[in-house]
């Protein structure tokens, strides 16, 4: 895939801008810039998200499109440990997840359709592992249809464009179609299905006929994937656990939506603290359930708590209030004389971009202002310190 002198190009420019070195045509004879500034943009772009790749430098990366749907390490090692034995990918794609099964040593069938992805993750499966994954270019659902082999679980990624290079969401719109593998499950084999973040669980609860669980997937307080797990012993009302993986211990909470359905929906004014769940409660839709005893909701579609006691234990952003009042200048002037303050809206009649720039407030500082609807559907203001981590 790359020549010497190609890696030795590219180690030599990894930090250079991709859009300069593109233009230096003249000044580098014999190399092909069309073939490595790509390269070069994609190991950075990727440093953070996969440094055991990028450690590797015969490793060749696939054109854009196909390094924006591929798991990160982390993700792609947190699905490894919740499946194991034989696995087929049947979307393999860049191939991140298929070398996170196989690094926990499951037994791995990759397989891909486009023909210069799968040579090109067939390449650096060989550069990172060996020879300990089978590679398959075909049609993923052709292949499940000729192949009558057993399989503990089967992992789908489905690619989320359509026909025209659209952005797709639905289980259904997406390609391939997930509910033509649903046949499939039977037996100890089950079916485990990454998606996108913006899919809605319930929806896709629904059009999985039910499903054994859920993960919402975080990493530094956005939700990067949703993974279904399902099995001839499917629900429809699963356990929904929200993991953020850039804790040491990454499950942040859990519950059923049918716990939320009752839960009392309990409001109040503003305490001495207030709460802003991770994202993953959000997504999960953990509104009521999340509050509790001892903390109150603040309004009914206002997804912020308070409580009169610290809760320490409480999953997302926590802070100490400074002060409240009514979003007017002469509150603004009293409070943050300095007109800087970092600004958090919820079920509010403005954006942040809109108060800064009516109340001339800059981005900085140690102070958070929150501005929301109250239990009364009041708008407020609270200026808030954030509490430091235990």
């Known amino acids: 895939m790359l020549s010497k002198e190609e890696i030795k190009f590219i180690q030599e420019h990894a930090h250079d801008d991709p859009y300069q070195l593109s233009l230096s045509k003249g000044q580098n004879k014999g190399i092909s810039l069309g073939k490595?500034?790509?390269?070069?943009?994609?190991?950075?772009?990727?440093?953070?998200k996969l440094p055991s790749w990028i450690a590797q430098e015969e490793i060749f990366f696939p054109p854009q499109l196909n390094l924006e749907q591929a798991s990160s390490e982390d993700t792609a090692l947190f699905k490894a440990k919740l499946?194991?034995?034989?696995?087929?990918?049947?979307?393999?794609?860049?191939?991140?997840?298929s070398w996170a099964f196989a690094q926990l040593g499951h037994s791995v069938t990759y397989v891909e359709r486009d023909e210069k992805l799968a040579q090109i993750t067939q390449f650096n499966h060989r550069v990172l592992l060996g020879d300990s994954v089978?590679?398959?270019?075909?049609?993923?659902i052709?292949?499940?249809?000729?192949?009558?082999?057993t399989w503990d679980y089967i992992y789908?990624?489905?690619?989320?464009?359509?026909?025209?290079?659209?952005?797709?969401?639905?289980?259904?719109?997406?390609e391939p179609n997930v509910l033509e593998l649903l046949p499939y499950i039977e037996g100890n084999t089950q079916l485990l299905i990454k998606t996108s973040p913006l899919l809605d669980i319930s929806r896709a609860i629904q059009s999985l006929q039910g499903v054994d669980k859920v993960w919402i997937i975080g990493v530094k307080n956005e939700?990067?994937?949703?993974?279904?797990?399902?099995?001839?012993h499917a629900t429809m009302d699963p356990i929904i656990e929200i993991h953020e993986l850039s804790l040491s211990n990454s499950l942040i909470y859990q519950g059923k939506l049918s716990e939320e359905r009752k839960a009392p929906n309990k409001m109040?004014?503003?305490?001495?603290y207030l709460y802003e769940p991770h994202a993953g409660i959000l997504k999960a839709g953990f509104f009521k359930l999340i509050a509790g005893d001892p903390l109150i909701k603040l309004g009914l579609n206002t997804h912020l708590y308070t409580s009169t006691k610290r809760e320490a234990s409480f999953p997302g952003r926590q802070f100490k209030?400074?002060?409240?009042?009514?979003?007017?200048k002469k509150w603004i002037e009293a409070h943050i004389p300095l007109g800087k303050a970092n600004i958090s809206t919820r079920n509010f009649p403005m954006s942040p971009e809109e108060i800064r720039k009516k109340w001339k407030i800059k981005e900085g500082g140690p102070w958070t202002l929150f501005a929301f609807q109250d239990e009364h559907q009041k708008n407020v203001l609270a200026l808030t310190e954030k509490c430091p981590l235990n």
């Open 36 to 48: 490595l500034v790509p390269q070069i943009q994609a190991r950075q772009k990727l440093a953070q």
């Open 83 to 97: 499946i194991q034995g034989k696995i087929i990918d049947l979307t393999g794609g860049m191939g991140v997840d």
């Open 134 to 140: 089978q590679h398959i270019h075909g049609d993923g």
């Open 142 to 149: 052709d292949y499940m249809k000729k192949h009558t082999s």
């Open 156 to 174: 789908l990624d489905p690619a989320r464009r359509g026909s025209k290079g659209e952005k797709v969401i639905l289980l259904e719109d997406c």
């Open 223 to 232: 939700v990067k994937e949703l993974l279904f797990l399902k099995s001839q």
């Open 268 to 272: 109040g004014p503003l305490d001495q």
């Open 321 to 328: 209030v400074i002060a409240q009042g009514n979003p007017d």
